[in-house]
């Protein structure tokens, strides 16, 4: 908690949020793009047990791709817009292939990180939910970009 002459702001704690958990990009071309992550950057694409249970209809489907960093286990996930507009060739202008931005926080503290952005006026575009894989909620940093804050499952 941080005190200002008259107020009082509820606020996360250095380290509560432990490490990025994922980032999920949306992409046109899911064949380039799988070729481009696992071959070129040569991440290891995630298959079988692996596949997080919320995605794995959608991987079926071929909507999703999911790969691994091999040095602290960042998932990135890709996830099949084909109507995507293309890049605006102005690097000044605003970067349209992110989805979201996921941190990952202990279970014993999500409930607090709920409070905090709800005292602190955050929109929320989503939950929490509750999946298989754990509870997420789902809300808009100052430039409306989507932003997760998530704990796995007991």
């Known amino acids: 908690m941080q005190t200002t002459e008259n107020t009082v702001k509820i606020v996360l704690a250095p380290g509560d949020l432990r490490r990025v958990h994922h980032i999920a990009l949306n992409v046109r071309d899911m064949k380039a793009s799988r070729d481009f992550y696992g ?8 298959t079988g047990a692996e596949i997080p249970a919320s ?13 691994i960093t091999p040095d602290d286990g960042t998932v990135i996930d890709l996830f099949w817009q084909p ?43 989503s939950g929490p939910v509750t999946r298989a894989t754990g509870r997420g909620i789902y809300f808009y940093d100052p430039d409306g970009f989507i932003i997760e804050i998530r704990c796995d499952a007991v």
């Open 39 to 46: 071959t070129i950057l040569g991440l290891r694409e995630l």
């Open 55 to 67: 995605l794995t209809e959608m991987v079926a489907a071929g909507k999703v791709a999911n790969f």
């Open 83 to 125: 109507d995507l507009e293309p890049p605006n060739p102005d690097p000044e202008k605003a970067f349209t292939r992110a989805n979201h931005l996921a941190f990952d926080i202990d279970r014993d503290l999500f409930d607090r990180a709920l409070e905090v952005l709800k005292s602190n006026q955050i929109a929320i575009d």
